[in-house]
């Protein structure tokens, strides 16, 4: 089997829309990326499924969606002003930057060869800062959140009230976060702007010894039910060295990437501490009362926080082959239908004798119940060659016995098996296949 590169990656999102270099009519800029037509699709479609998967799935979960901006005592109060840091190293040779944990600093310089190169390790906080108003000064420092988690953090108390919650439950939330990395390389997997999926979960003190394994069995569970082969996914339990400052144990989900073993999320218990924080910076009282013993304590907190960005990037490394068919090659893309950007595509044979404009009329009445496509230029392998490399899961024909007698061939992406189904039994046939689904 061929191998899986991240550069193939990188061309086939380029090649058919999936992700752009941010402004890049003007040299791009580091660590930021656009998602092109298809790609947006992929990307809301692996959030939706993990939002379902968690307020709707699970039992006691709601949602919230926080400001990106918030008041800067957050951040002080969390910790982040003062310790959300990497240390950071320059090569005085070639000014390359790096972050000290990941290289040799004995070693040459991986930039220029240079030994001995390096400055003293720096400190460099990761969060960046903006201001409110007309002047920049320490009064209207804001920061573009480094997590999305502070913001539900934040809001616990206005939602146990209003949505009457009682603990244990949890608070999810999706949306961008913002850091100012060091080292962005490896596409889409380290940005400066990327997306998180996290869920905070409230939980009596001592409970979480309970919950904590409970969530990381959910959250590998997860990828399992978005088809990602079970082989590319493995634990890591942090070491007392990486802990962060906020966690008393953490595990990182990793997958097998192209370029190896690396994070894809991160499930930490966090104890009462961002709530104790919050209680004493703000002065508010952060305490839980629970109505049937009422006992008051603060809750501690069980976090999962995946990387949506970073999810697009492992789901595309997970779905891609390049296949050695009998006659011919293929880049298929074997995507779990639930999150494929494109469900159905309709296929005419030809474009005369009335073919494309029954196969136009259906794909607009498919409209109503999936994302579709309509292609009718080039030959038919070909157009099938398309769709199997955005990882569309059904194609359905449209030929001259069509016309005749209303049934169509339906062609499944990874079998590559065909089968004549009436043009009414489309919605449910695709249904029930997807119902079906087997990572091959
Ligand atoms: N609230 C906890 C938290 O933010 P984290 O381990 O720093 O924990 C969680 O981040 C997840 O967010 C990571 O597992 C990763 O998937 C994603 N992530 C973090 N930094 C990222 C970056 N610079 N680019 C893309 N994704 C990132």
Redesign the pocket.
């Known amino acids: 089997m061929a191998e899986v590169t991240l550069d193939k990656i990188v061309s086939l999102c380029k090649r058919r829309g999936f992700i752009f270099p941010s402004s890049e009519i003007y040299g791009g800029l580091n660590g930021a990326y656009d998602y092109g037509p298809l790609g947006v699709n992929l990307k809301n479609n692996i959030r939706d499924f993990w939002w379902r998967e968690m307020t709707q799935i699970h039992d006691d979960i709601v949602g919230i969606d926080a400001s990106i901006l918030m008041n800067s005592q957050v951040w002080k109060a969390s910790g982040h002003v003062s310790n959300f840091t990497d240390p950071m190293v320059d090569c005085k040779v070639c000014h390359a930057r790096f972050r000290a944990d990941q290289i040799d600093l004995k070693g040459p310089c991986p930039n220029c060869g240079n030994k001995g190169s390096f400055t003293e390790p720096r400190n460099f906080n990761l969060m960046f800062v903006t201001h409110i108003g007309p002047t920049a000064d320490d009064a209207s420092t804001v920061y573009l959140r480094p997590?999305t988690?502070q913001g539900i953090y934040v809001n616990f108390k206005n939602v146990v009230t209003s949505a009457r919650m009682k603990v244990p439950f949890g608070i999810a939330q999706v949306g961008k976060?913002f850091?100012n990395?060091i080292t962005t390389k490896n596409f889409?997997?380290?940005?400066?702007e990327?997306e998180?999926m996290?869920m905070q979960w409230f939980c009596k003190p001592g409970t979480d010894d309970t919950w904590f394994p409970y969530w990381r069995e959910q959250r590998m569970a997860f990828y399992g039910k978005m088809g990602i082969r079970v082989d590319h996914l493995r634990w890591h339990q942090h070491g007392p060295d990486e802990l962060?400052f906020y966690a008393k144990d953490a595990y990182?989900i990793q997958y097998l990437f192209p370029m190896g073993w690396q994070?894809?999320?991160?499930v930490?218990d966090r104890t009462d501490y961002d709530l104790t924080q919050h209680q004493k910076f703000s002065g508010k009282d952060m305490n839980y009362l629970d109505p049937m013993t009422n006992e008051k304590y603060i809750p501690y907190i069980v976090?999962t926080?995946?990387?949506l960005?970073?999810n697009v990037l492992m789901v595309l490394s997970d779905a891609y082959e390049e296949q050695q068919l009998k006659d011919d090659t293929r880049v298929v893309l074997h995507l779990h239908p639930a999150i494929a950007p494109i469900k159905v595509a309709v296929l005419p044979l030809q474009k005369k004798d009335g073919l494309a404009e029954y196969a136009s009329k259906l794909e607009h009445d498919l409209r109503h119940y999936f994302v579709t496509d309509y292609d009718v230029s080039g030959a038919i392998g070909r157009r099938y060659r398309r769709q199997d490399e955005v990882g569309t899961p059904y194609c359905v024909t449209v030929d001259y016995d069509t016309l005749k007698d209303n049934t169509v061939t339906i062609r499944y992406r990874d079998s590559m098996e065909q089968k004549r189904i009436r043009i009414e039994d489309i919605p449910a046939e695709v249904a029930k296949a997807d119902a079906a689904y087997k990572r091959v």
Do not use: K, W
């Open positions: 997590e988690a976060s850091r990395e889409i997997f380290r940005s400066c990327f998180q996290e962060a990182d994070e894809l999320e991160g930490h976090e926080s995946a990387g960005t970073r």
